[in-house]
């Protein structure tokens, strides 16, 4: 079985979980901003954020190589994550990327990729043996190949939950949903020459002179589980084509209070709250056990009883 600590391990060898940084989507900015939920929302789930008020929500837009310094035209997966404050101060966690789906079903599928893409002259070799033991992976090529593409913006590039999670509403009807978080601002791209020829921290520059204009927005809306789609497997795209708008994130302004003095800021969508509760996907129970070992990388620091069970 594999662990927290052999996923590390396999993405020091690409080149990431560098000291000091996150083993993954290292190289990333918060921002501040709110949530407020719909009337539909608030009636899928009885989480206290979809009451309808609006709630404070601390927001990392990031790209997801281990890289801390790694430029921003170049081509890779980017992350949105939002840590919604509830009314009582906890606070429950949503965690998004540009990949509608992930490269495995299994933590282990996920850690052997790892270990075949390690560079090396034997590197070629080995992903085509990859290949060979996880044919499913070929049929998701066109779908990493699109999470790849480099965006004008943070704020033009649509955000996609990899797993499910459990909705619960106040009269006890369930369902399974998965998150897509659609920016207001529409999708918007570069050329490979445009990417090639940004400069390094491009993304954050133009979200700072964007934010200078007013506010960003997402719309935040979920993806209503069919009777054939898995909700444990988050490398199996759903059928359904069910979605609702649940609520508007609005983005104000950069955060300049978290992370000093060794705070410690963890996005992990194993945090959830009344009314909503995890699947049972593996990688989504295995990705809380991951963190808290990059946060040891990174701070030293044991996360305890700060971690949600996984």
Known sequence: ???????????????????????????????????????????????????????????????????????????????????????????????????????????EGFVDLLKAMRPGLTTPLRLAKYFVTHPRLLGALPVVRDANKVPASYATIEYHGLHAFRWISADGNARFVRYHLIPAAGEHYLSGSD??????????????????????????????????????????????????????????????EREHDGDIVVFDPMRVTDGIEPSDDPVLHFRSLAYSASVRLRTGVDRGSEAPPA
């Open 1 to 107: 079985m594999v662990t927290a600590d052999d996923a590390i391990e396999a993405i020091r060898g690409t080149g990431g979980a560098q000291p000091g940084a996150r083993a993954l989507h290292a190289k990333g900015t918060l921002y501040r901003g709110t949530f407020t939920a719909t009337r539909d929302g608030g009636e899928l789930s009885l989480a206290k954020h979809l009451d309808g008020a609006e709630v404070p929500a601390l927001i990392r837009f990031s790209n997801g190589s281990g890289n801390p310094k790694q430029a921003d035209g170049s081509p890779g997966v980017r992350g949105m994550a939002v840590k919604f404050t509830l009314p009582d101060g906890s606070t429950t966690d949503v965690s998004t990327q540009t990949a509608r789906l992930f490269v495995s079903s299994k933590p």
């Open 195 to 256: 990417a090639h020829r940004a400069a390094p921290d491009f993304l954050t520059d133009e979200l700072k002179a964007r934010l200078a204009q007013g506010p960003v927005r997402f719309d935040c809306r979920v993806q209503i589980a069919g009777p054939q789609d898995s909700t444990i497997d988050p490398s199996a795209p759903w059928r359904s084509a069910e979605t609702v708008t649940v609520g508007t994130i609005e983005i104000t302004g950069l955060d300049t």
